[in-house]
């Protein structure tokens, strides 16, 4: 089986990812640091493909053979920013999802879930960490049952249960705080605070003024 892997070169899960999918046969790396798409798996003439961790957005080729996607949240967090909403939420569990990719983003079949425990000292980025290494785990269990079955598995009757969010909502609509509101805006700094990028913000007289990020 050749299986082209979509996923950044820089990843600190690279080398664990690819040994899990050389399980399988011969595995086409589709580095996205350096402009891995759709075109290229396509020239590759893959049987899978799998994209760890990557925005690519597939429309075409990729939609219309078996794949798997590795989403660094649970179903209740399609799209962006999933680990600062979950803390912002106050949930106890969160974790990865690997789902077969459809047209619409964050919303095929749900082959398996691996969760995780959210702590008290978590931020957004620890919490984050955690689902990219449930993701590992999932891509090992998704390359086993291929390995094992010549297939993949069928859907694990999870299923999508919060609203997809997009980059633009999260930045432009969810980062944003009511300086009216403590409660949430003390929540919100707690949930959405980065080292590395730009935090929550309040908009005062039409300019944004963003109020936290760790140093």
């Known amino acids: 089986m050749k299986t082209a892997l979509f996923i950044h070169g820089s990843h600190r899960f690279l080398p664990d990812v690819l040994r899990l999918a050389e399980r399988l046969g011969p595995v086409a790396v589709m580095d996205c640091d350096n402009g891995g798409c759709e075109n290229l798996a396509a020239d590759h003439r893959p049987d899978l ?18 794949n798997v996607n590795f989403h ?13 909403r979950a ?3 106050g949930v106890k569990t969160f974790g990865a999802t690997a789902h077969q990719m459809v047209r619409a983003i964050d919303a095929g079949p749900i082959l398996d879930v691996e969760r995780v425990p959210v702590f008290d000292s978590d931020s957004s980025e620890m919490l984050f960490a955690r689902a990219e290494a449930a993701c590992v785990t999932l891509v090992d269990r ?3 049952h291929v390995a094992r079955t010549g297939s993949l598995p069928a859907p694990c009757g999870e299923q999508w249960t919060g609203n997809y969010m997009s980059i633009r909502e999260f930045h432009d609509d969810w980062l944003r705080m009511d300086i009216d509101d403590q409660v ?3 929540r919100k700094l707690r949930a959405a605070t980065h080292s590395k990028h730009p935090g929550p913000y309040v908009v005062i007289s039409g300019h944004r003024f963003v109020l936290a990020k760790s140093r």
Request: hydrophobic share 45%.
């Open 49 to 66: 493909v799998l994209n760890f961790l990557t925005r690519e957005v597939f429309k075409r080729f990729v939609l219309n053979i078996p």
């Open 72 to 84: 660094p949240a649970c179903p209740a967090y399609p799209g962006i920013g999933a680990s600062s």
């Open 87 to 89: 803390l912002f939420d």
């Open 184 to 186: 949430t805006m003390g």
């Open 142 to 144: 998704i390359t086993d």
